[in-house]
């Protein structure tokens, strides 16, 4: 899955303005017979349906059952839509999620299993470079929650930011394994399980060669699992480095 579009490379103050209710409704023409919400409601479910490649103005207003030229006195254009489709798909349920207060780990698994999901319900995410983000409620109501999760571990302000920039490398590349490969089923009608056994029969005579003795002398079930055990083995992996750096923070502190 490449990538396709870039979010905040439309008008960013106006896709701000958008995102926090600063805009003017329209006062002119006819009276309104659409939301801003349900616009990028539809557009969200046009990318869900079809891929970020189906997404455009004209799409979304057929979806609608209006005229393209309706959305323009919400919206200026496709690029103002993606970032708020981006942060309409990022709205934090705070009642899903621990008390930051517990302890940071708890928050931070419930951050994860969160992102994997949206993921899983919303994989055109993966075709948006997220390089230059537009900050709007949703996505720092999400922030805001990591920072309170992370306060009172030691770490400063920027090892936190530079954590989670980090945490969200970890959980981008873990979905990105995972809705590939369920793209790539569907995409050819072949199950994964089909792929890799149609290699079985070169890939056993490979490993007789003696050319890959370490791969040759893994256990036979050694692939076999599913993606979920793969991701929680993964944040097990990660969370504990992260606890590590924060025993080291505690550590310098307490020392006399």
């Known amino acids: 899955m490449t990538t396709t579009e870039h979010s905040g490379s439309g008008d960013v103050s106006r896709s701000l303005e958008l995102l926090w209710g600063l ?8 009276k309104p017979v659409l939301t801003l919400d349900r616009i990028v409601t539809a557009a969200v479910a046009v990318a869900d349906a079809d891929g970020l490649g189906a997404l455009s103005m004209r799409r979304v207003a057929a979806d609608l059952g209006v005229g393209a030229m309706s959305l323009y006195r919400y919206v200026p254009g496709k690029a103002e839509l993606l970032d708020l489709m981006l942060d309409k798909v990022a709205e934090f349920d705070a009642d899903a999620h621990p008390d930051p207060a517990v302890g940071w780990r708890p928050a931070m698994e ?6 994997r999901r949206q993921y899983q319900r919303h994989p055109w995410l993966l075709q948006v470079d997220q390089a230059r983000p537009l900050l709007g409620p949703n996505a720092l109501d999400s922030l805001e929650y990591s ?11 920027r ?18 394994t995972e809705v590939n490969a369920a793209l790539a089923e569907k995409r050819t009608g072949i199950s994964n ?9 070169v890939l056993s005579k490979v490993m007789l060669s ?11 079930d050694t692939f076999a699992g599913d993606d979920a055990a793969a991701f929680e083995l993964g944040l ?5 480095g992260i606890a590590a750096l924060i025993g080291t923070r505690t550590a310098r ?4």
């Open 23 to 30: 805009d003017e409704r329209p006062s002119r023409g006819p």
């Open 110 to 115: 419930a951050l994860a299993r969160g992102s």
């Open 147 to 157: 920072v309170r999760a992370l306060a009172g571990t030691g770490l400063t302000d």
């Open 159 to 176: 090892e936190k930011m530079r954590v989670l920039v980090t945490f969200g490398g970890f959980l981008t590349g873990v979905a990105r």
């Open 193 to 201: 399980a089909d792929f890799w056994q149609s290699q079985e029969p």
């Open 210 to 220: 003696g050319r890959y003795p370490a791969l040759a002398a893994l256990d036979e």
């Open 236 to 240: 097990t992996a990660f969370l504990d």
């Open 253 to 256: 502190t307490d020392a006399p």
